[in-house]
């Protein structure tokens, strides 16, 4: 222990402790040390932890840790745990922050060549710890990012070493690899992008083209780039998970958004179901090398309606807003990805040259030593030094005699070029083979004549090195990320309907707590209900467990917004004695809690009638007059069919100006809207009534959509909006019953043409008309009465005349399960659909549907008064 000091503080001392604190209390202010130090501190954050550099892409951890493991490079692979240990050297920030961003580097597949537990981006697991994995630098990394007679070097943070500034990549790396960091008052946040589309766009750029490119992300999935923006501040992407329908009872999810891990996307998918917004029964996780997440839905639910449930209301799609910041020149930039590319290809160019160069003086000079070496040894100068007594001497009489042959060579001679002259033994002059030596000296020409050539055209250059680069390591790096064009889902059109609402007629109140009133309708927590009141005045509120909404509300539900098709039919009198009114009209976009009104607005107004109709049915009702005085008609009948449907400001038609007594419905109508008129738009494969697209033709109750695919399969389905397409649609158009298709395909299991005619059969699931084999392709198929085919012979058989198939006397029609008729046993280079020809009598020769066997193929000398007729 300490001696402690007893005695009593002097004076003295006291007097030295006052005069020291107020020495220090003038020097410093609290406000100007917390402004220094704050700006040394986020300036820090930014340049040397969070930012990565424009020159190579890369934060200085992870250049730090290249370098580490260019160091240790040996070929082999090292514990991850000794690499941590090695960077410490150049990294300051502790073991922790080395280990993540290298399992990150590996993650990526790019630059570092992993062994062992890595995690996995899909399912979210962690790595293994750094004493069981190993890791090396990829050969992509030795090529493209290390160079150290081009690399600029500084001192390490403890001044013991040197590490470079940063590195010589030859390569938009950036871009390749991503990034995101936040730093103080800053953040970053560069979208990885495809490798191969990299190297299009820096060679399109080289070339003067016009490149775009956009991001593409390991765990693939869909992209909606509409609103890019180049990455820059104020884009945004759209990331959706990709999911399939397996039947009606469930879907699976097979790729997941950028960003997402399966466990993160489970836990919304079962968070949204909590709150009731989807409803399903429950999900199984089989995600190993592939995602393969299955929910299975609750009975009755539509799997339709259910994805884009999922799309709007949990983590299967989100926006990510790109933000480009790197550090250039000591200090932050904002820059778009195509700004970043150029930059990038144009520091390719520069380092390309610089090593050029670099390679030229290496060979002049070994061209210059191996000329110098071959004069000094075949003109024996070496004996000139024999009688030498001093260094001097011997260095003056080398120079001496190398002076007549100085011309020869590519630059002067100097006494380290002599002094290199003099180390060399006796051995190798007495084995000199001046024809090698010539040879030598010649490939050193030819390699230097090259060299200068790759520096007369550096662009062409440059573009042969990314074209080598991206055939070297290209292959297995396709875009995996679907770019897609998104449609806008409204959460309030999709989301399952999780409470019940109720109404109090008598007070006015309505919501979801009110369960010992009148039942309305299923409802969900985030819908708007609009409420019509005795009077004529109406609004739109939100669903809440209880609100007041008026006194005497005649008519309570579910508003959709836009919805042109719900048709309100009204009987009212303006005012107190006012005659009465008669309209019909619809109820579309309005303000939340503003007050609107059916009538005119007159005090004392009142409805007498109302109907809503779904589907702008009308019906006919019965008024009664109240008796009076030579009033003839006491009843009339009337038919709101006779009405034309106007806005809902509207005043409507007199329907009477005597008192009315009664009006009571006598039938219900039917609608007047006619048939809906449906669009396909292509661009995100979903109907809509908004005119996008494909017109697809109006529509009634019981009406179908026919869907033929490229891929050989066809299906029926119903024309709901919330319907999803696939993706390879060959034919999509409104259902016909018993028409007839006629299609031509190649049978990978038959290896040969096939040719068939079949009815389409009503099927909500995917039946293939074609061979199931996955080889097999669809050729052409028609609808067309009597269609004709086109045989262009190939391979040995390109000779041959080409052959027209007339296919509705070749072949009768069969079930869509019958494999057809064999086109030809010839080699075939080319088959195509050609203008029929109008055929006046006769109808297609209809066949036993249950017929399966092949049909004999076509032959050169038919027997079939048809076929012969074929051939004349």
Sequence with gaps: MEDLDLEPDRPEDKDDLGQGAVAMHSVTALSGMYQDWFLDYASYVILERAVPHLHDGLKPVQRRILHSMKRMDDGRYNKVANIIGHTMQFHPHGDASIGDALVQLGQKDLLVDTQGNWGNILTGDGAAAPRYIEARLSKFANDVVFNPKTTEWKLSYDGRNKEPVTLPVKF???????????????????????????????????????????????????????????????????????IEKIDKKALVITEIPFGKTTTSLIDSIIKANEKGKIKIRKIDDNTSSNVEIVVYLMPGISPDKTIDALYALTDCEYSISPNTCVITGSKPSFMGVSEILKFSTDNTVRLLKTELEIRLSELMEEWHMSSLEKIFIEERIYRDIEECETWEAVIKAIDDGLKPFRKKLLRDITRDDIIMLTEIKIKRISKYDAKKADEHIRSIDVEMEEVRNHLRNLIPFAINYFRQIKKKYGKGRERKTEIRSFDTIQATKVVANNARLYINYKEGFIGTGLKKDEFVCECSDIDDIIVIRKDGSYLITKVADK??????????????????????????????????????????????????????????????????????????????????????????????????????????????????????????????????????????????VDGRGIYLGEFSADDKILVITKNGYFRVTGFDLTNHFEDNILIIEKYRQGA?????????????????????????????????????????????????????????????????????????????????????????????????????????????????????????????????????
């Design 740 to 872: 007839v298709y006629s299609a031509a395909y190649w049978d990978a299991g038959q290896k040969f043409y096939y040719v068939k005619r079949f009815i389409i059969e009503e099927s909500e699931k995917p039946l293939c008309f074609i061979n199931e084999d996955p080889e097999s392709k669809l050729i052409s198929i028609t609808e067309v009465e009597y269609p004709r085919f086109e045989i262009q012979f190939g391979g040995k058989h390109k000779d041959r005349t080409n052959e027209i198939i007339e296919v509705a006397e070749f072949i009768g029609v069969k079930s869509y399960k019958a494999k057809g008729r064999r086109l030809t046993s010839f080699m075939v280079d080319n088959i195509q659909e050609i203008e029929p020809v109008v055929k006046k009598e006769s109808q297609p020769p209809v066949e036993d549907e249950q017929e399966e066997e092949e049909e004999q193929p076509h032959k050169d000398k038919p027997s079939d008064p048809a076929q012969m007729k074929l051939e004349l």
């Design 547 to 688: 609100i007041f909404v008026g006194n005497d509300p005649i008519y309570a539900q579910v508003f959709r917004k836009n919805d042109e098709r719900t048709i309100y039919n009204i009987v009212y009198q303006d005012g107190k004695d006012g005659p009465y009114y008669i309209k019909r009209c619809a109820i579309s976009g309005l303000t939340r809690d503003k007050e609107y009104n059916l009538t005119r607005g007159v005090p004392g107004s009142k409805i007498l009638y109302f109907s809503a109709n779904p589907n702008g049915e009308a019906e006919v009702i019965k008024i009664h007059h109240k008796p009076k005085a030579r009033l003839k008609k006491l009843m009339f009948e009337f038919d709101f069919g006779q009405l034309a449907i106007k806005g809902k400001t509207s005043m409507g038609n007199i329907l009477t100006r005597n008192s009315v007594h009664k009006i009571s419905l006598k039938e219900k109508g039917v609608s007047t809207l006619g048939g809906r008129k449906i669009w396909f738009d292509d661009a995100v494969f979903r109907l809509n």
């Design 172 to 242: 938009p790396l950036l871009l390749a690899l991503g990034v995101e960091g936040i730093a103080v008052g800053l953040a970053s946040k560069i979208l990885p992008h495809n490798f191969n589309e990299i190297i299009d766009a820096s060679i399109d750029y080289l070339q003067g083209k016009e490149f775009v490119f956009y991001p593409d992300f390991p765990t693939a999935g869909m992209i909606d780039v509409s609103k890019y923006n180049d990455g820059q501040r104020g884009g945004v992407v759209k990331v959706r998970a990709k």
